[in-house]
């Protein structure tokens, strides 16, 4: 892992735009790793921007059984509350297509933040580097649950899964993978609207130490806006 974030930036003037662009590049990067390795490994990011491209890869013709799916973070509730990012990408996208239930790796929050820490670092274990990590950005600069203030786990021997039990966001309770986790991958797509993360987008560009700048994967890292979010 790089102790240093080089950064790409993309931008687009609309949602729509964002997602043909990106949903493109995740079905070109599936067709690589199936290619060199037979199955993708793909992480989601929750939050409203990510949503439209989900939606577009539902209508994707794509090797689907070879995917697999994993999460960035994910809040301690029910399993079938609408504000989980697994319901959310379940709904838009995952329950529509032909990955197979068993390659869907939701983190158990239900069970409590560091339970679900826990267990989703055994299911970890043996997996190496992600193919893609899709990540976004908060007003404040965070990125999956790695909030300003607390542990964003960047350390070389930081936990790959960290139980969050005092976000400033609600719910309180979380569980996040870390910095070190998410670094830990072939390619990493920001992506982010950019009205309300001016001052989290302006001091990333500055090289200021926001949770987001702390995603270092050797190639970099891509940061695709909305201008118009």
Not at 46 to 70: C, F, K, N
Not at 103 to 108: A, E, N, Y
């Amino acid at each position: 892992m790089s102790t240093e974030q080089i950064r790409r930036w993309h931008s687009q003037s609309d949602g729509k735009g964002l997602a043909r662009v990106v949903s493109a590049e995740i079905l070109h990067l599936a067709d690589i790793a199936l290619a060199d390795r037979g199955v993708f490994h793909l992480v989601l990011a929750g939050g409203s921007s990510p949503r439209v491209i989900y939606e577009t890869l539902r209508e994707a013709d794509a090797d689907w059984p070879v995917w697999h799916i994993w999460f960035g973070d994910e809040r301690c509730l029910a399993p079938d509350d609408a504000a989980r990012n697994s319901r959310m990408a379940a709904e838009c996208w995952l329950d529509h297509v032909d990955i197979p239930a068993e390659h869907v790796h939701i983190i158990p929050t239900e069970q409590g933040a560091k339970v679900a820490a826990a267990a989703y670092a055994n299911l970890l274990a043996g997996v190496g580097d992600f193919d893609l990590v899709l990540l976004g950005l908060g007003e404040d600069g965070h990125t999956a649950s790695l909030f300003p203030n607390h542990a964003w786990g960047a350390e070389p021997d930081a936990p790959e899964v960290l139980a969050v039990f005092d976000s400033p966001k609600p719910p309180s309770e979380r569980v996040s993978l870390s910095a070190r986790r998410l670094s830990a991958a072939r390619q990493v797509f920001f992506i982010t609207g950019v009205s309300g993360k001016e001052s989290a987008l302006s001091a990333w560009r500055k090289g200021e130490s926001i949770p987001a700048a702390a995603i270092t994967p050797a190639s970099g890292v891509d940061i695709f806006t909305i201008h118009d979010a």
